[in-house]
């Protein structure tokens, strides 16, 4: 099988590096569409590598200008839009398979390919600030389509209505093996910690956080990930006990999970984040580690004491915690990876694409 994929590579690690991965192992071609900046233009094409990348091959990756340019040069605005529209065009017209677009509906597609699936990875109509093209764009996207993948049973329900006979469920998964030696990487210290391991952002309750690191005062709150909170919730976030560790790679990742007693997933709960498939979730249990997380739907379903319990409020947080931490017996750390297991990446591509034929 020959796969055309659009989407943006050149970012951390997510679902779209994980289908192409999954996608060659199975010795399928697949030939990408994707934009990127004139940084990572002058760099070259190279990231990401992984066994089977042989049979990963890009296709017209033109640069576009960043975000701080397009706000003040109407010229980089027309140049990066039609750069964008050019590599749609181009994914369109490509002689393949599959098309599979994985990315955020913003650009339309020109055409519709032989067999088009959409990869819908979040809600992106409940993002801040999205605009009515975008929704528009969705829209026109999956009237298109000839399958549409969603991650979450909210997405589902979203969008059966009206698509209900070209709707498959398809939720986030994990690079099992990755992660699966965390348990002989754990080392001794002195405190324990509650650990957090994704984007710092809006869905981050930064109010829930705080007070479960005031009531946790013994333990360390760590945090890891690009941050992009605004000043007063970095400022609600000040105490001693919290840290921020940055943007990790994520070939570091197995190492830092090792120094986790508990991992957490402290995500308000509205629209966006009920439509979210956490592959954070996935990624802990892999570790081994125990999740306590507020009670998103994709993330109730695996609720089990000594493996992952819900909490809505500050004082059931860290009654959790300290229940989990309390439960780190190796039969029980075998039982969160056997979980974990049964969730991979090639598990769920695999299933979807044979559905296709």
């Not at 659009?6 to 399928?28: A, C, D, G, I, M």
């Not at 801040?128 to 999956?142: A, F, H, I, K, Y």
């Not at 409020?313 to 969160?336: D, G, M, T």
Request: aromatic content about 10%; charged content about 20%.
């Amino acid at each position: 099988m020959r796969v055309a994929l659009f989407t943006y590579w050149y970012t951390h690690r997510q679902r779209p590096h994980h289908f192409v991965e999954t996608v060659t192992t199975l010795n399928h071609r697949v030939d990408l569409f994707s934009t990127r900046s004139i940084a990572n233009y002058v760099k070259g094409p190279s990231r990401h590598s992984f066994s089977g990348s042989d049979l990963l091959h890009h296709r017209t990756i033109r640069p576009v200008f960043p975000s701080p340019l397009l706000d003040r040069m109407p010229l980089c605005v027309s140049f990066s839009s039609w750069q964008r529209q050019h590599v749609l065009a181009s994914f369109c017209g490509f002689d393949a398979d599959v098309h599979v677009y994985a990315a955020v509906p913003a650009g339309q597609l020109i055409s519709k390919p032989p067999f088009l699936i959409y990869d819908c990875m979040d809600d992106w109509s409940d993002f801040p600030g999205v605009s009515r093209s975008l929704v528009e764009n969705e829209r026109r996207l999956c009237d298109m389509a000839d399958r549409i993948w969603v991650v979450s049973e909210h997405l589902y329900q979203k969008f059966e209505p009206v698509f209900s006979g070209k709707l498959d469920y398809v939720p986030n998964g994990v690079d099992y093996d990755h992660f699966a030696g965390v348990p002989h990487l754990l080392t001794a210290h002195a405190r324990p910690v509650l650990g957090y391991v994704g984007t710092l952002y809006t869905w981050l309750n930064v109010q829930l956080i705080a007070e479960v690191g005031d009531r946790l005062p013994d333990w360390d709150i760590v945090l890891v990930g690009p941050n992009s909170l605004n000043t007063s919730q970095r400022k609600m976030l000040n105490r001693p006990n919290i840290r921020f560790l940055g943007r990790q790679p994520y070939e570091l990742l197995p190492t830092i999970l090792a120094g986790f007693d508990v991992a957490m997933i402290p995500f308000v709960l509205n629209d966006l984040i009920r439509g979210t498939s956490p592959i954070k979730l996935y990624e802990y249990l892999a570790a081994g580690l125990p999740v306590v997380s507020t009670p998103m739907p994709e993330v109730l379903v695996f609720q089990e004491p000594g493996i992952v319990m819900c909490a809505d409020n500050p004082e059931a947080f860290v009654r959790s915690a300290l229940a989990l931490k309390e439960a780190n017996h190796p039969i029980v750390v075998n039982q969160r990876q056997k979980i974990a297991q049964q969730h991979t990446w090639k598990a769920r591509f695999e299933k979807a694409l044979s559905a296709i034929g």
